[in-house]
């Protein structure tokens, strides 16, 4: 089935890595014109080297940009009208989780939670928003975590900021309803990532395959699909809301987490 973006243009934040890469790889195979940043120049050279090698005709755009800079997210967005078009698509995937508790969870700490899964998100949307309005199938999916929804106690900064994001992402969704725009997110559980990877390689026990050390993970932590999602499978969710498959749908946070919700 056709996601119906082919000639479209998305713009997918935190693109060169993981889950970001794996969203762009989707909407460039599916005929969009897709651009993609990040903070890392090289780590965004690759990606965008990776994307043209398979698809040698895809119309693609990268520009180093860090989304917590109002400035740099403006003028990466003015360089993406100019070499893609209107954007119809905004997908934000920046971010990362603070593990810590109450303890040693400093006040600055606090801010930093709150001011990236805020403006992380705050920032590409005041950018790309008159894009948006005058696009046909207007859409933002912002990339979230069930923490949001079933917060813990290691990762207490971040489950609150989270969860901020989710009431956030909700409000908008229906203010943007005027212009058109759908507002919806995915909530990630435990997802396959670099960071496992690396764990990986520092385990104890080296005779372990990959399958069977990150099964015991998962089973440690109850998942009931007994593994880690891989990163392309939150990004079709991605790509499925932002794209006009999910046309009747907006202010929804769809659970990508293998079961692992325990909530109703």
Known sequence: MSFQVE???AVVTGGSSGIGLAAVEILVAEGAKVAWCGRDEQRLAESKLYILEKYPHANV???SCNVLNQAEVDTFAQAVTQHLGNVDMLINNAGQGRVSN????QDEDWM???ELKYFSVLHPIRAFLDNLKVSA???VTNVNSLLALQPEPHMIATSAARAALLNL???LSHEFMQYGIRVNSILLGMVESAQWKRRYEN???LNQS???WIGNIAKKRGIPMQRLGKPDEPAHALVFLASPLASYTTGTALDVSGGFNKHI
């Open 169 to 171: 992402t909700h409000s």
């Open 61 to 63: 755009f990268t520009q």
């Open 203 to 205: 385990r104890s026990d």
């Open 112 to 114: 930093k939670e709150i």
């Open 102 to 105: 109450f303890d040693n969870t």
């Open 7 to 9: 000639g479209k243009v």
């Open 137 to 139: 199938i207007g859409s």
């Open 210 to 212: 990959w399958e069977e």
